[in-house]
């Protein structure tokens, strides 16, 4: 019986079973993490790379002076930044001043043309973007908004709408409308219980569109350079000019501005704009 038993279980000895399969998962996830984080960590060499030619793979130096250049008063920098900053604030302004009242009425309102008026949002982002600020470029001269601030500031609008229209018709749509009833039975003015119940609680979406629409007037190119170079003078442009001449210290130090407050504002998005918005998109 003692024999019988010993042959029969399992061996106290037996090698344990390997799982191979964490290679092939291993193997993806650095691939995936290359993609994602080596054009970051090269453009943060970069800004730190005094020499750096073939065939060396890092620099052969490094140092703060291009840091310097870029912040010097001829440098343009911090003109380019101050400008850029204040061109996406006044097209959030202008883009939320419009998506406020639109987005209410098309989240309230039982309109039959909805879906084709939110469409029609998606419009600038339908066509190619050169012919269109090409066509715009030749208006405004006529008028006299090229190579202004107005002139910029109404070219990202257009293209911050899609984002202001669209979260905050998602925004007023996941607000229960049983609670601006409450605030009418009450006394409250149709204009009160707008301002004290309803934009209150969609305050978060509003505060993402808001975001959104300032991150896509920060980055924007084509129409900054159409409509306002030379005279007005934006981060966009700025690193444009240096990568075109070559000078990719420059141009990394000015893309590295530009990608901090991106990443800090979409962390702020990530947190406001919740999934119960989120599925009221398109709606």
């Known amino acids: 019986m003692t024999m019988f038993s010993a042959l029969t279980s399992p061996s106290v000895h037996a090698m344990p079973r390997i799982d191979l399969w964490w290679v092939p998962r291993g193997v993806v996830l650095g691939l995936l993490a290359f993609v994602v984080f080596g054009p ?14 073939f065939p060396h793979a890092l620099p052969a130096q490094y140092g703060f002076s291009y840091w310097a250049r870029v912040f010097a008063p001829r440098g343009n920098a911090i003109d380019a930044l101050t400008t850029s900053i204040f061109v996406a604030l006044l097209t959030v302004a202008l883009s939320l001043a419009f998506a406020i009242p639109a987005g209410f009425a098309l989240a309230r309102l039982k309109l ?5 008026i939110l469409l029609a949002f998606l419009i600038p982002q339908a066509f190619p973007n050169l012919p269109v600020y090409v066509n715009i470029a030749r208006l405004f001269y006529q008028v006299g908004l090229n190579g202004t601030v107005p002139g910029v500031v109404l070219v990202h609008t257009t293209h911050g709408l899609v984002y202001a229209v669209w979260i905050a018709t998602a925004a007023f749509a996941s607000v229960d409308a049983e609670l601006e009833q409450a605030a009418r039975s009450v006394g409250a003015t149709a204009l009160q219980a707008f301002r004290d119940v309803t934009l209150p609680l969609a305050a978060p979406g509003l505060l993402a569109s808001a975001i959104f629409v300032f991150l896509e007037s920060l980055d924007e190119f084509t129409g900054s350079y159409f409509v306002g170079a030379p005279d007005v003078n934006l981060l966009p442009l700025l690193l444009y000019s240096a990568s075109s001449g070559g000078n990719y210290q420059i141009a990394s130090i000015t893309a590295l501005l530009l990608l901090v407050p991106s990443v800090a504002f979409m962390l702020v998005v990530e947190r406001f704009l919740k999934a119960d918005v989120l599925s009221k998109v398109g709606k």
Request: charged share 15%; hydrophobic share 60%.
């Open 112 to 116: 039959s043309l909805r879906g084709v």
């Open 40 to 53: 970051l960590v090269n453009l943060v060499l970069w800004t730190v790379a005094e020499r750096w030619y």
